[in-house]
């Protein structure tokens, strides 16, 4: 099936630093990824849209300017959390919906903790 | 957004048929009805979806109320690996995914 992968896995950075987390659909092309963020015990809540080619859309609450996201092509979408603080340690989760269907793919997730 | 509601959790036992209901009375005439299920540490998986009929795959079955207000994941043969948080969830086809807080579904040996 469908696969959508993540990279890395799992991240420990500096407080202060920014770190990229990359997201590729690796069968499939998708105009349209999504960016999640879990914390412990929680649901996943939705941080912003990213559309290829186009400025992603964030969802209330998400700062753009911390967390940079860039769709470039077809099958990659990058999030980086700019000046990372140990609150913004967290499981990152992006999927990849298909060109034209109605079903979307996850990836495995991102661990990120920042010390 | 149509909301969704569930049971925070529920208990079966392995081998045994499960029954993971879901409740969408504000769901639209276009929203499909997705099912995505969370293992500990990993990004959702997805389970299945439907818009009005009965779906069946290799993973699960779903039954689809009349009126579309309600749904139900059947698991025919649950097994530990079958442990996890079970979203469902409404979804239009040019919308974003949405989660509630799920079905966390225990598997007792």
């Known amino acids: 099936g469908a696969v959508v992968s993540q990279h890395p896995s799992w991240v420990i950075c500096k407080s202060g630093t920014s770190v990229k987390i990359e997201c590729r659909s690796l069968?499939?092309?998708?105009?349209?990824m999504f960016w999640y963020r879990q914390f412990p015990k929680q649901s996943l809540m939705l941080m912003a849209t990213s559309n290829e080619g186009s400025k992603a859309t964030y969802e209330q609450g998400v700062e753009k300017d911390k967390f940079l996201i860039n769709h470039a092509s077809l099958t990659l979408s990058t999030l980086t959390v700019t000046s990372a603080h140990p609150e913004d340690s967290s499981f990152y989760i992006c999927?990849?919906?298909?060109?034209?269907?109605?079903?979307?793919?996850f990836g495995e997730g991102s661990w990120l903790t920042v010390v | 957004d149509a909301k969704t509601t569930q049971p925070n959790s529920m208990e079966s036992n392995e081998e045994e048929p499960v029954h993971l209901p879901c409740n969408h009375s504000?769901?639209?005439?276009?929203?499909?009805i997705h099912w995505y299920r969370q293992l500990p540490s990993q990004g959702p998986e997805y389970v299945i979806h439907?818009?009005?009929s009965n779906v069946n795959n290799r993973m699960a079955s779903l039954a689809i109320a009349e009126d579309r207000k309600s749904s139900t994941l059947i698991l025919h043969r649950a097994t530990l690996r079958d442990a996890a948080v079970y979203y469902c969830?409404?979804?239009?086809?040019?919308?974003?995914?949405?989660f509630g807080k799920g079905t966390r579904l225990h598997i007792l040996p």
């Open positions: 439907g818009l009005t």
């Open positions: 504000t769901i639209s005439g276009t929203d499909y």
């Open positions: 999927s990849a919906k298909y060109l034209s269907g109605n079903t979307i793919y």
């Open positions: 069968d499939f092309q998708a105009t349209t």
């Open positions: 969830i409404p979804v239009n086809r040019d919308d974003k995914i949405i």
